[in-house]
C-alpha cells in the first residue's frame, strides 16, 4: 500500500506557497522548477489541491497558485486526502455472509470485527495527520534546512521577482 | 491508497483457521468455498501468508492450511503486512534537495519534517493493528455471526470432517 507519488509534491509545494509572500503566487512551472519535478505531473497534483479548496488559482500574466486560506487552517489530512481520495484503506465487502453458510442480510445485526479493527487504525493514523497543520511543516521545514539553501532560494526567488 | 483486494480474504480465512480444530487443516478450496471467494486468488494470499511464518502447510490427502502458532501470537499487523508487505506507504524522495536552490547532501543534518510527520501517522496505525490479536478478532466473530450462520457452518464443517 502506497501513497501517490505525487504526495510528496504536494505536501512540498503547499509548503513552499506557505512561505513566499501570499502576493506571489507561483505557476507550477516555477513550483516544478525549484524541486526539479515533471511539470505536467506536478500540475495534476496542484490542479486537485485546487479542487479541494486548499490552493487558489490567480490568473494573469503573474498569476499562478496560491494558498487558499492560512497555513493554520490546512490539515496535512487535508492535503493528503486532496491527493489520495478520502475513501477507507479497508474495503468491507461482507464476505462473512457469502458462502454454503451464510444466512439472510437481515441476521446481521452486528457490523463484522475485521472491519471495525481495520477502521480504527485508519482513524488512529487520520487524527495524527489532522493534527499537523502545514504551518507545523512549515516551521519544521525553517528548522531542517541547511542555512546555505535558505540564501540560495531566497536569492533564486528575488530573482523570479525582479523578472516578473 | 488501497489495501489488496485479498487482505479481506486473508484475514478472515485466518479467523476461519482460529477456529476449526487445530488437526483439521484447511485446503484453499474448502476456503474458497466458505467464503465463495475465487480458488486462484485466494491461493496467492495464503502463499503469502505461509511466506509469513502465519500459516503452515500441512501435506497430504487431509492437507492444507493450518494456523503456525496460536491465535494469541499473531496480530493483525502481521497479517496486514504479510498481504501487503511492511514497506512505509509514505516514500521520501528527498526532493528538498533538488531543484536550483538545493545545496550539497552534507548540508542536510535533520531528516526532512514532512516524511517524519507522514510516518508518525503510520506509527499510530502500526501500533493500532500491532494491539490487535487473531485472537480478538476471533472473540469479535463469535459475538456477530448470527446463531443461525453458526449453527449452518458447524453442520458444514462436520459434513466435510465426516467425508474427509
Do not use: N
Amino acid at each position: 500500500m502506497k501513497h501517490t507519488e505525487g504526495l510528496e509534491w504536494a505536501i512540498h509545494s503547499c509548503s513552499l506557497l506557505a512561505m513566499v509572500p501570499t502576493d506571489f503566487p507561483l505557476p507550477a512551472r516555477l513550483l516544478a522548477e525549484f524541486y526539479d519535478l515533471p511539470e505536467p505531473y506536478l500540475a495534476k497534483q496542484m490542479q486537485k489541491l485546487s479542487v479541494a479548496g486548499i490552493v487558489e488559482t490567480r490568473r494573469g500574466p503573474q498569476g499562478g497558485y496560491a494558498l487558499a486560506r492560512q497555513a493554520t487552517e490546512i490539515t496535512l489530512l487535508q492535503i493528503v486526502e486532496a491527493i489520495d481520495g478520502a475513501e477507507r484503506h479497508f474495503v468491507c465487502t461482507e464476505i462473512r455472509r457469502c458462502g454454503p453458510t451464510g444466512v439472510e442480510d437481515r441476521f446481521y445485526t452486528r457490523p463484522c470485527g475485521i472491519a471495525r479493527s481495520m477502521w480504527r487504525a485508519e482513524a488512529a493514523w487520520r487524527k495524527e495527520l489532522a493534527a499537523v497543520k502545514l504551518s507545523d511543516i512549515q516551521k519544521l521545514g525553517e528548522d531542517e534546512t541547511p542555512a546555505e539553501q535558505a540564501a540560495k532560494a531566497i536569492a533564486w526567488f528575488q530573482g523570479k521577482l525582479q523578472k516578473g
